[in-house]
């Protein structure tokens, strides 16, 4: 598997509202994105979306590499959460992508 960019939620959001700077935006354009199901699941379960909003997740996410999570991922997940003793969502969310790149 080549190696890439783990995009998150936020970042997808800026991009495809054109709200990252230039440097990230040519990034982005120049890599075949990679994103999480976590991602997956937060883009595509927008529910305020309008319809033309939908379409452009859905060309993004199936144009997009998506990495599921396996259990080494979720049970090294929980090992660093207890270490490092967070009830932050933002912080789970990135521990999930640091374990999806170590393993």
Same mark, same amino acid.
């Given at each position: 598997?080549? /190696?890439?960019?783990? #995009?998150? =939620?936020?970042? =997808? #959001?800026?991009?495809?509202?054109?709200?990252?700077?230039? !440097? $990230? %935006?040519?990034? #982005?354009?120049?890599? *075949?994105?990679?994103? %999480?199901?976590?991602?997956? =699941? @937060?883009?595509?379960?927008? *529910?305020?979306? *309008?319809?033309?909003?939908? /379409?452009? &997740? @859905?060309?993004?996410?199936?144009? %997009?590499?998506? +990495? !599921?999570?396996?259990? $080494?991922?979720?049970?090294?997940? #929980? @090992?660093?959460?207890?270490? +490092?003793?967070? !009830? %932050? /969502?933002?912080?789970?969310?990135?521990?999930?992508? &640091?374990?999806? =790149?170590?393993?």
């Amino acid at each position: 598997m080549e /190696q890439g960019h783990l #995009i998150d =939620t936020n970042t =997808t #959001i800026d991009y495809l509202d054109n709200k990252l700077p230039g !440097n $990230s %935006s040519n990034l #982005i354009d120049g890599i *075949t994105a990679q994103i %999480s199901v976590i991602t997956r =699941t @937060e883009l595509l379960g927008w *529910t305020n979306a *309008t319809e033309e909003q939908v /379409q452009v &997740l @859905e060309r993004f996410v199936h144009a %997009s590499v998506v +990495h !599921n999570l396996d259990e $080494s991922v979720i049970v090294k997940a #929980i @090992e660093l959460r207890k270490v +490092h003793k967070t !009830n %932050s /969502q933002m912080l789970l969310l990135l521990l999930l992508l &640091l374990c999806m =790149t170590l393993l």
